[in-house]
């Protein structure tokens, strides 16, 4: 990580960060690389765990995963933003899907980045979140323009999208990318078993066939 100043706020101190992320090590990693730049004041893997912590410590800015159980990244800001409505959100996800980003923005999230993004641009993002800006990861601008230009108040809806999990969405991305079951599972941290449950699943409730069939559907929807 190159030399970099402080993430602070307008007072001068340093911005105080909450983790909600489902995966033990890539929160971990989060830490490492944002501990010398932000006061990480805690981190939660679940729903439950994320709206109760956070109601204590009252972060300045909260790093929101998307996809988890009960409810995923959504239903931990819709709880937050009840109580603690000064609480900023920036997502930061995997998923670079169009509904993923629009959703949480709906929701209240100021921001949304991918996993991909440098430890640079990260600390630079949750400043300007901070800050009250809007950030997001270049491609991610579009899908909100368009979506909040052409119908800004309706909301994004597929009742076919509708039946799958987040988890099962996950799954379905990546096979539409190519993935093999054994690439998905590492990406995903989940074993080869729990991917070829997913696919299953997902092939039940769409009533298709194969990876070809749900690939052109992903496709069609802008989900790849």
Known sequence: ??????????????????????????????????????????????????????GSVVPDVVLLDVHMPDGGGRAVLDAVRKTQPQVRFLALSVSDAAEDVIGLIRAGARGYVTKTISPDDLVDAIRRVADGDAVFSPRLAGFVLDAFAARPDAPVADPELDQLTNREREVLRLLARGYAYKEIAKELFISIKTVETHVSNVLRKLQMSNRYELSRWAADRRLV
């Open 1 to 54: 990580m190159s030399e970099r100043s402080e993430a602070a706020d307008m007072s001068g101190q340093r911005l105080r960060v909450f983790l909600v992320d489902d995966h033990g090590m890539f929160r971990a990693g989060v830490r490492a690389e944002l501990g010398a730049h932000v006061d990480v004041v805690g981190e939660a893997a679940t729903v439950a765990q994320a709206v109760s912590m956070i």
